[in-house]
């Protein structure tokens, strides 16, 4: 009994994975049962070819959200690749496929580097430029490509009496491969990094992730496997000409695949290169020719659109997750429970501060400078933070100290000044430089990649430049052990496999203190690290917070709770209007009447009076009020 149980549990759990095996091992054996299905071969390998481009295309547009409208150009390149040499050496194409993929691979490499340092539509743009400029070059190049009168590749060498299977047989063979890879890329650090990138591309390269090489690499990374079907491609055709090898209905079936079967999954781009294949094959055929054809994917795009918005397969499993859920009741009933046990744990900054050993502060601000418009956000700010320090940057709301932060970190251009870190200069270094230097942040409002699970999250950080990380695998190993040993030190450890969105806000501040930790930081900004979330919390982030200064983690802290920065933090700098009006002890700041006038009020005067000497101090008169 309980051996049929758990063999039907072991079945139960691997159901996806069978059911895979054997739609391949059908696929595989179907050639062989009925080989006089040439039509239906035909059929079904350019679905495989549709497949592996909805998959190749889905690492840079479904991964890492960069979408690319003119993914058929690498199909079109590989198959001229292959197509001109073969036909000019006369020999076997398929020779060419590595060079067809090589070939796409640095086309998307170049055209990346240039149009991907950028955000936004530009890349969407391009993508379909670089599709109809190639159609236009293909044509007009023709002395080496013959123009629009096409080249004839060399008929395959095997018998007719096989059609099309070895074909069949190619195609099904680099479609798997092209998912073995995807597994793989989704797999590893630079996976889980294009993730990131997806959701929040500021937050990745705040967290060590080079947000450029990353995007290059995914897109030609993603142009490679269809640069060597491209030329199997050419092979099969026989011929190949400008408009058919670089067309734009080519790369509007990828999407609508990638889109129909579930952008970002692994397995949703197979199933919609099947299903648009074939329901666009009935279309020609039933509908009477490709006009119709136009017509039925043009509307299955919109009703995917309207109606399945995440695509086929993220529908039905979520489905199915739900029955599941029912069936098992609930499992996360301590959800809202926060305080699990700590554990202590050991941080040892890269190069630990030697106190006194050098007499550069560990930050420093030089009159750093920011305006939106007219609006001077920060105004000339001089601020230094001493290693080992727990620094606070108080004022009032609108003062420009997460601005600060920002300049700090590299998440906007500094106008004017210098900013140096740890004796080099960072001011024009790209954030995920600075964090690699060991600079972390936390934000004012979490900004957790709330699709992946807690401990991805942490994982996900990167403190090196290095190739070598980008390929390990993101959640094993010894990365996802200092993870779990970071979450267990905020004490979430139980938390690792929910979705990060669905913990309590006070809980996402703490995965993100792990998070940032991960980065091996000398030292951390916390924007409002108490702001809005429970006293237990509260306690517990001062814990932290101290716990990893005697380690010798230094802080600048931006807080409004003003008992705690004022229990917790030495030196106070406050900044009202852009400007640092006052820095030194706390208990000479809150006497200081410039800040108070500025930000605290009168109840905060302390209850003795506070000897004049100090008032006096140079430090503590407002600059330029
Ligand atoms: P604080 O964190 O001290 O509350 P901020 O640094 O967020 O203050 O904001 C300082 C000023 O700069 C505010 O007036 C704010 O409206 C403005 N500001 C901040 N970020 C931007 C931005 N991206 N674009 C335009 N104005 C901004
Ligand atoms: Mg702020």
Redesign the pocket.
Known sequence: MTLVQSLRQRVEGRRGKLVLIGLFAALFLYPVILPFAVYEQGVLLLAFLLALMAVSWNIISGFAGYVSLGHSVFLGLGAYTGGLLAEKYQVNPLWFMPLGGLVAFVAAALVGMVVLRARGHAFVIITIALLLSMQVLVTNFSTITNGSNGVNVPLPFWSSDYQNMPFYYLFLVLLLATVAFAAWVRRTKFGTGLLAIREDEDKAAAIGVNTTRYKVLAYAVSALPIGVAGVVYAYFLSFINPIGAFALLTSVTIVLSALAGGRGTLWGPVLGGFVVSIVSEVANVYGGGSQSRLLVLGLALVLVVLFLPQGILPAVSARLAKRRAAKQAVEYTDQAGVATARTPIVVTPRSAPSAGKTSAPLLEIRGAKKS?GG?R?VDGVDLTVEAGSITALI?P???????LFNLVTGAMPLGEGEIWFDGTRIDRLPPWERAHLGLGRTFQITRLFKSMTVLENVVAPLPSASWGLMAKDAVSGHEAERARELLDFVGLGRFGQQQAGALSYGQQKLVELAQVLMLEPKMILLDEPAGGINPTLVNRMVEIIRDLNRQGIAFLVVEHNIPLVLDLCDPVAV?SRGQVIAQGPPSIVRADPAVLEAYLGPEWLPAEPVPDVVLDQPSLSGKGS
Do not use: H
Request: cysteine-free; overall charge positive.
């Open positions: 939106f609006l956000a004022g709301n609108g003062s420009g100290k997460t601005t900044l």
